[in-house]
């Protein structure tokens, strides 16, 4: 089967998965703040947990450009379950790299669900400063840490957790199963959006694993972080925002071309000025595919800017996101605050992008830096 039969393949199933699970199930999982835990059987069904599986362990061996469209699809219909596999395919990643061949089987035939537990409560935003501690101990590895945020938490099969190294001077990452004792959520998640995604707090106290649970070499994980997770996980908020306004745009012509002024003959879509309003939400939308094109185009063909092109592209996407999904409440009025509208669901979820890490603002550092010629954690 060639690359192009593969992908058609994938999106087609993908897109019926869409159309029959997760879109009608979208508004109660926001509403009820409910895991879409049947979108995550059928996805794993389906095959599309496994789609960055190496092909040699069962997977579908994509990549970042593959792995940015589904999520992209998936939170046009649902920003939850979006987010969900995102995460997972960021742990995905890692696992890859450095995992055992039981677990990546595992997550190829969509038995295992991963995400990612970096940032923490003492460090912030600042993922790459975990506080956490990894020590030996007479039954294997004891972790400590206070984790500020993990999707899926609870639900997922397993975390790739960061920690402080052994020896005290960088970072290791480990795979950490979910069921390892000493491993609580202090409280579950109610949030603004992302209703569904399960992004508790987890505490380790006390948390024992293997030694061989490291991924990679001890205190390499800074060079995991930057090296597999950052691309994969930059690239994929961007399509998650980028998604979130292709449907907040959809959702707001549909509403302005059946909406009329029945005492003037007219619809919304006669009036000039909300024409104007779904202009800029069209070029802002389509900007952000363009530089989102870009930075794909650059990571795999290996470009000078390329690093540029990763750190610009979540920054620039989660701040359009959030100016489109603004201008799709104020196009539809009144009848935005409405759920059965669907369009301030998207609002809310547009804004995870901007304050998850590495937020907008400590991006737009990155970028500076970066273009200044300074060291982007000196």
Known sequence: MSKDDTKSSYLDVLNRVIEEIIAPQAAEIDQESKFPRAALNALGEAGLLGLISANEVGGLGQGHRAATEVVERLASACASTAMIVCMHYAGTAVIEAHGTREVREAIARGQHLTTLAFSEAG????????????????????????????????QADSYVWSSRSLTGDG???????ANTQGLQIPAPFDGLGLRGNYSSPITAEGAIVSADAMLSVDADGFNIMMGIVLPYFQLMNAGFSLGTMEAATTKSIQHITGTKFEHLGQTLADLPTIRAYIAR????????????????????????????????????????????????????????FRKEVGVERHFRDARASVVMAPTADVLYDFIGKALCGLPLFG
């Open 171 to 177: 970072i290791t990452v480990w795979l950490v199963a």
């Open 123 to 154: 460090s912030r935003s600042h993922f790459w400063a975990p506080l956490g501690t990894a020590n030996k101990v007479e039954e294997g590895i004891r972790l400590d840490a206070k984790k500020s945020w993990a999707t899926s938490a609870g």
């Open 281 to 336: 939400m069209r070029i802002k939308t389509d900007a952000t595919r363009g530089l989102l094109l870009d930075a794909l185009n650059a990571l795999e063909q290996g470009r000078e800017d390329a690093m540029l092109r990763v750190l610009q592209v979540k920054a620039a996407a989660g701040e359009s996101s959030t100016e489109v999904t603004d201008l799709a409440m104020r196009v539809c009025g009144g009848a935005a």
